[in-house]
């Protein structure tokens, strides 16, 4: 019996033995280097093993017959070859592609910069924007520390190389807001309406941008809303000058949020000193909507509503009767409608589907004129996407929307209403991994103008290293004249055409570029005797630079950015080609930001400089040849990390222009010309204070 069972145990390890086949082989790359610490195995087995520092491997199978060799190694491409397992011992030699990851592949970025989790090149998260001393987390003043865009001084917007504030459009989730900025106040630039924490993605495009984007002459900023929250949270802000409240609720596949605010600056207008005399300190009340529905694995819709109101008085020096300052006043109404659905059909086709609607109105007095504004805008859109190779894409869409104004003074009311719809279609194509080609064409037509235009664009970029390219852009871009002068009369298209050249140093933790750039404008509107028409003209032409660094030295990130921007236009109702008020030939940012773990605390400042601005002096007869002083700002913050409570919370310092530096924007004279009145900001130094408490979650969440 034990003989028989010896006899059958050795049969049965033979016949294991002969079914038995031997794998082996090397794995390099397309250049012939060899893959260390690659995956091998058999698909729909256990069967495999890893490569050696040489890229040798070798195993064993029971398998037979056909099967599927699978090979993967981190960077580099998944892939697999067909193998017969009947013919013994095989010996094999692999070639694996590189992948084409986000930084070792080309991208199309030539005039842009762009932020958030899953971008290649991130310059500005939100939490940068809410860090940046003297930004006070807003997206616009943030923005402004990077090369191209200008401080913005008595005039609400985003100045881009040369560009007026009406030629940068803010996009939230590819739809176009038309009033994205707070109530103004005379001679003083205003916040953004728009939390940098609803938003995941952040692409600040200082010219040559996308065929999907129309209407802008000079930028568009193109802001992609967060997904789902991970977890219910509650955020509560209790600030200086008021606070609010964030309710997060998160359900499996959606999630609600609801938020309010209130801000009342009178009571730090009490302590910080003002320039203007307020009879009503400017006080704010609002609230926002948030729903997001996961509809598939690949499909999200949104909707976002928000909704506020602001009031505000004051009185304004009278520089020609002193004795009898102007009042004004301002109550703003303002409401924001967005929703938004994507999804994927297959493995290469996308949907993006929107509707968007925004309403803004502004109702007061200016000395004993009452006066009111009001702004809307309704839009559709929708884009298809096709993919195709590895990266490249091929899409195609319509947009079209309602937009007007209606105001009024005394009594006395006037109007303009206007239908602009437009198709575009734009391709990415790789033809390398080296080299990406971007063409585009998008065409517009205004019911109102009874015009229409059409206007090319065009991107190459060219991977020089395996951190570093080239890139060029060309583009025309359109858009209709400022409602203030189609609610006079129709006229024409402004447009530009856009050429840039840009070198890029970009790793994970240091970027670099420098860009070059040239725009030549044409039909900007002009005006005499209070008749519009299309006979300005301009050009803009400079170069930029930007650093920015997060490993040379521990816990700290820093960035510089210097500007150079010569311009001169004829428009609006300047009397020959000059260099506008806005428009400064040096700019220069430095933003240090460094977190000392042992304090659980991050410091920051922020350096600001700009030369002297253009002001229009009546008795010099050469028109905007004076010059003001030049702009120095230093703002500082500190952040601290602890727990109120037993909840993770963030108390907050941000003093901006902390030296006292005199701060001119420009004068204003009298009508006889022999007094003047210097534009200053409304305080010489701030300051903010707050605390941030979140509850069910150890990070700051907003």
Known sequence: MQTFKLSLLFLFSFTLAKAQTKISGILKTTKGIAVANANISLKNSYDGASTDSTGRFAFTTTLSGPAVLLFSALNFERDSVQVNLDHGSLTLNLSIKEAMNQLQTVSISAGSFIAGDGKKGAILSSLDIATIAGSRADIFAALQTLPGAQTSFSESGLFVRGGSASETKTYFDGMLVKSPFNATVPDQASRGRLSAFLFKGTSFSAGGYSAQYGQALSSALVLESTDLPEKTTTGISILSVGGGVDQNIRFKNSAITVGGYYYNLSPAYSIIKQHHDYVKAPEQLGGNFQYKLKTSSTGMFKIYASYGRTNLALYKANIDTPAMPNYFSNRNFNIYLNSTYKEYFGNSWKLETGLAYNKDKDAGLMTINDYSRQDHLLEGKATVTKSFGQLSNFKFGTETFHTGRLESLNGLARTYNDQISSGFAETDLFLTQKIVVRLGLRGEYSSYLQKYNLAPRSSLSFKTSAHAQV????????????????????????????????????????????????????????????????????????????????????????????????????????????????????????????????????????????????????????????????????SLNVSYLTHVLKQFSVLYLNINNVPGFNQVYGYQYSTNGLNRQAIVPAAKRDFLIGIMITIGDDTFVR
């Open 471 to 634: 890139s060029f852009a060309y583009g025309r871009f359109y858009q209709n004249p400022e409602d203030e002068y189609l609610i006079i009369k129709p006229t024409d298209f402004e447009h530009a055409d856009h050429y840039i050249l840009k070198y890029e140093i970009n790793t994970t933790d240091r970027n670099f570029r420098i860009e070059g750039y040239y725009k030549d404008y044409n039909r900007l509107t002009k005006i005499s005797n209070g008749t519009p028409d299309n006979s300005g003209s301009g050009y803009a032409k400079g170069f930029e630079l930007f650093w920015r660094d997060k490993k040379s030295i521990k816990n700290a990130d820093y960035w510089l950015s210097y500007s150079f921007l010569d311009t001169k236009r004829d428009f609006r109702d300047f009397p020959m080609m000059a260099t506008p008020s806005f428009a400064a030939k040096h700019t220069v940012s430095v933003v240090y930001k460094h977190f000392i773990e042992s304090l659980h605390a991050q410091f920051g400042g922020t350096y600001s400089f700009a030369s002297g601005r253009p002001y229009v002096n009546p008795n010099n007869p050469v028109y905007l040849a004076d010059k003001t002083q030049n702009f120095n700002s230093l």
